[in-house]
């Protein structure tokens, strides 16, 4: 898909397309990121070169799971036999967007608006792009970061058996994950650095509407507490029972 023209001062004029970097077909279904990144013209490639020229990557997750992905006009009943077989046989969670902000998130949850983690993180690593293992052991983690990182998470959490909740609106907020903790209502943002908790804070700071003040940031960095916001290091996510 043709999503802008622009000039790339390397490789001439580029296109900006999707591309979707998918894992092997698993009964029928493909595990998939979609992505957008700059097509060299006059290469007739995707750019290779540093960053600020072609191989600037304008990285956009599907953080919701997406039928069209796996095939132009899916449907939902053609392939959640498959999902359901994988969630079975321990391979994905399944994530819920919820309705609300409430408990009990069970009766609060969207059953056919989730997004999808692997269990296993070194197999999600190896679906992600050839080369991505080698940046990792590099150290340079890339437009990959938060999205290994929030995947490290997920798999911790639903290690403990914790049902696994989220909380997205068309506005563009959205709370990584949402749990129970200490028997109350709790948000958890997930950051590969310490980076801005941008709709954490909102949701905080907007008490006539959510009335929620339960929760962590899980960063790289220390224990603390900010404006409201609790911070933990990543590596303590097994104490969020």
């Known amino acids: 898909m043709k999503m802008k023209k622009s000039k790339c001062e390397s490789c001439g004029d580029y296109e900006v397309r999707d591309r979707v970097i998918k894992t092997d077909t698993v009964l029928g279904i ?5 992505t957008k990144w700059k097509w060299c ?23 919701k799971f997406q039928y069209s992905v796996i095939k132009k006009h899916a449907r939902a009943s053609e392939y959640r036999n498959s999902i359901q077989w994988l969630e079975d046989a321990g391979i994905i969670t399944l994530c819920y967007n919820l309705s609300n902000l409430e408990l009990p998130l069970e009766g609060n949850k969207i059953e056919d608006v989730f997004k999808i983690y692997v269990t296993d993180t070194g197999l ?11 940046d990792i052991l590099g150290g340079n983690l890339k437009v990959y970061k938060g999205a ?12 403990m058996h914790k049902d696994l909740y989220y909380y997205h609106k068309q506005s563009g907020l959205e709370i990584d994950f949402v749990t129970r903790y200490n028997n109350e209502l709790t948000l958890i943002e997930v950051k590969s650095n310490n980076g801005n908790a941008k709709s954490l804070k909102e949701v905080l700071n907007n008490k006539d509407k959510y009335d929620i003040s339960s929760n962590f940031k899980l960063a790289d960095t220390n224990i603390g507490t900010t404006n409201g916001i609790n911070t933990i290091p990543l590596y303590m996510a097994f104490l969020i029972k």
């Open 30 to 34: 493909e595990l998939a990121l979609s």
């Open 41 to 63: 013209r006059r290469k007739n490639n995707w750019c290779k070169s540093s960053a600020g020229h072609c191989g600037e990557i304008n990285f956009k997750e599907n953080k």
């Open 124 to 134: 999600f690593v190896s679906m992600l792009e050839k080369g991505t293992v080698a």
């Open 148 to 159: 290994i990182f929030e995947n490290i998470i997920a798999d911790a959490f639903n290690k």
